[in-house]
Structures are given as structure tokens and as C-alpha cells.
């Protein structure tokens, strides 16, 4: 022990020498760096773990004896994925809010071992009702996952418009819906050692300007599905969560659609206020939004419905699901930025021109009488 001490003592002596003589003549210092080895082992570790990755996702887990439940399939992500999952062979059980989404998807999967219920998860008593149902009829199949996919674009233009309803409602089915279902059928992924999936979107990554109610709401989702993850690992029940970027496929993304929807909280606003930002404001907000969803929105609804039959199906599914160019390339990348940096890059991306309210036009607020 003794001895060891010393060898401690002469190498930390030799350490302290070594610094102190390179503090007083730097220039003795020599590194010898080989850019090519420099570039190439990260790139190489890159690569690597990125062929691997890919091998291993595609090793699949079976379907037999599993069922799934998924909410919000009237019609979009919701419908295409029960019925894919049922021509795969899983037990589908598909929420519906409305009979004619239930009767339609019923009469297209007639052959199919799919059953369409009636299912609005911002009620406790529908949401029960579903939970009964469900149990009911798995028979000997196991409740495998339950898929968080129901949910409404809530997005009315700037914050200021909207009253507590508009994030109320958002809040209402895009956050409190995934936990109200959750929460009733989690004793049968429990027992199944099962997959809880949830949607939320780049915006619960990245709030734009104009998308207050409904990223407030995404941003829950986020939170609650981290929350959910780590409490429900010690149960076997894996979490995962799927983030889509701008999609046009659906009726969620339409230009009618969100016409009427800045129209329904400008209308309301008081007079003074929709003065202060004037037609022309609200008509260049409502533009922009429309020729940002033409350029940057993807009209495959496949990269979303494929991301949620991933996570279903793969041994070694991700926790989280990037889905479409956008996501990947612009808003991802873009919620890791200095929040000047970020906020510089959506001005660019805007096309570099204000949209200025007519106030501001006219002076301002000191020269307004």
C-alpha cells in the first residue's frame, strides 16, 4: 500500500510538472491530428449504428391471440391503420364518434375480425361503455396496445383570438382524451405486457405562431407521455409515441376548414381588437398558413399510419416516431435550436416579411387617439 502511494504521489507530481511547464511555454505542446481518422471513426460509428438499427427493426413480434384498440377511426391515420392491422390479424377494435364512420368502416370490414364501437374520449360514460365492450368480447386474445390516435386541429389563428373555449376543446380531446382511454385500459395492457402509443405532432416539439389552443394541448401529450413511459416500464408496458409533421391527406389539414375556423373566433372578437389588426392582417395570416400546408405537407398518409403499424408489430420498436420529410428535416431540427436562432430561422422560413398589424401600420399605439 505503501508503495502504491508513492507511485500515486510521483505520477500526480509529474502531472502537476507537466501543466505547469505547459502553462509557461505553451508552444511545447505538439498534437498530431490525422483529419481523415478524425472524420471518418464518427462517421463510421454513425453508419454502423444506423445499419444495425435498421436490422434489427425489422425483426417483427406475432399477431396471434392480440388485439388492439384505436380511437378516432371515422376516417384518416385511425381507419387506415384498424383495417391494416386486421388484414394483418389482429383483433381490431375501432372507436368511432360518429354511426356513419362506424357503419362505413363496418361494411368495409366485413370479412375482416374488426368491430367498430361507439367511442367519444371526452366522455367517462363512452369511454366506460368502450372499456365493456372490449372486455367482453377478447375472449382469449389479449389487449396487446391501445392507440391514442383520435384528435382535432385546433388551430385559430393568433392566441389573442381564442378565449379558454378554443383551448379548452383542444385540450379537451388532444390531451385529456389519451388519458381518460389510457387510464381505462391499462389494467389489460398490464396484464398483457402490452404497448401504450399515443400521436402528438411536431408542434408539441415546436409552438408556431397561430397554433396556440392545439400545441398547448400537444405539448400535454409530450409531458404526459414521458410521465407515462417511466411509470409503466416496471409493468413490462412499453410507451412509444408518434410525432407527424404537416399532413394534407386528412380532412384535419383543409383550407375551408381553417377559413372557418379563424372566421369563427374573429367574429367574436371584440371590435376594438379586430381593428387593431385589420382584414388585411388576418387575410395574409390565413394565406400563409394555406401556402405553408400546400409546400411543406405531405399527402401520403401512409408515413404516419406505417409509424403506428411499426411500433405495433416490430420486436424492437422506437420510443418515438418522426413521421414525414418536414418533421425530420425542418421542425425537429429546429426545436433543438437557441431559441434566437429559432426564432430567426421561422422568420426565414415565413419568407422574411412581417405580417404587421394595421395599428402598428398606422403609427402605433402612442399616435392612436
Known amino acids: 500500500r505503501f508503495q502504491l ?46 445499419l444495425l438499427r435498421y436490422c434489427w427493426e425489422l425483426i417483427p413480434t406475432g399477431s396471434k391471440g392480440k388485439a388492439v384498440l384505436i380511437t378516432g377511426c371515422d376516417s384518416g391515420f385511425g381507419r387506415a391503420l384498424a383495417l391494416k ?21 363496418s361494411k368495409e370490414a366485413h370479412s375482416l375480425p374488426l368491430f367498430a364501437i361507439p367511442l367519444d374520449i371526452t366522455k367517462d360514460e363512452s369511454v366506460a361503455a ?38 379548452r376543446l383542444s385540450f379537451e380531446v388532444n390531451c385529456l382524451g389519451p388519458v381518460r382511454v389510457t387510464n381505462a385500459f391499462l389494467d389489460l395492457l398490464k396484464r398483457s405486457k402490452g404497448r401504450l402509443i399515443s400521436v402528438s405532432s411536431v408542434a408539441g416539439r415546436l409552438a408556431e405562431k397561430g397554433t396556440g389552443p392545439y400545441s398547448v394541448a400537444k405539448y400535454g401529450v409530450e409531458a404526459w407521455n414521458d410521465v407515462m413511459r417511466r411509470e409503466l416500464r416496471p409493468f413490462g408496458v412499453s410507451v412509444h409515441l408518434v410525432e407527424p409533421g404537416i399532413c394534407k391527406a386528412t380532412n384535419l389539414l383543409d383550407k375551408k376548414a381553417h377559413n372557418d375556423r379563424v372566421a369563427s373566433v374573429w367574429n367574436k372578437m ?11 392582417f388576418k387575410q395574409q395570416l390565413i394565406d400563409d398558413w394555406n401556402a405553408g400546408l400546400e409546400i411543406l405537407g405531405s399527402s401520403n398518409i401512409n408515413l404516419v399510419v406505417d409509424c403506428y403499424f411499426h ?17 425530420l428535416l425542418i421542425w425537429i431540427p429546429a426545436s433543438y435550436m ?32
Open 338 to 369: 437557441p431559441t434566437p436562432i429559432q426564432d430567426r430561422f421561422r422568420t426565414i422560413l415565413d419568407g422574411g416579411k412581417p405580417n404587421i398589424p394595421a395599428i402598428m401600420k398606422s403609427g402605433g399605439f402612442a399616435e392612436k387617439k
Open 270 to 280: 371584440p371590435a376594438r381588437l379586430r381593428e387593431e389588426y385589420g382584414e388585411e
Open 130 to 167: 368502450a372499456r365493456k365492450i372490449v372486455g367482453e368480447k377478447l375472449g382469449d386474445n389479449v389487449l396487446w396496445a391501445a392507440v391514442n390516435n383520435a384528435g382535432i386541429f385546433a388551430c385559430y389563428g393568433l392566441a389573442e383570438w381564442c378565449s379558454p373555449d378554443e383551448y
Open 311 to 327: 411500433a405495433l408489430t416490430a420486436r424492437y420498436p422506437r420510443l418515438r416516431y418522426q413521421c414525414g420529410w418536414d418533421a
Open 5 to 50: 502511494y508513492l507511485f500515486r504521489m510521483d505520477f500526480i507530481q509529474s502531472l502537476i510538472s507537466a501543466l505547469w511547464q505547459f502553462v509557461g511555454n505553451p508552444g511545447t505542446l505538439t498534437v498530431s491530428v490525422h483529419l481523415p481518422t478524425l472524420l471518418g471513426a464518427p462517421v463510421a460509428a454513425i453508419s454502423g449504428y444506423l
Open 85 to 105: 392491422c386486421a388484414r394483418a390479424g389482429f383483433t381490431v377494435f375501432a372507436g368511432c364518434l360518429t354511426d356513419q364512420g362506424r357503419e362505413s368502416l
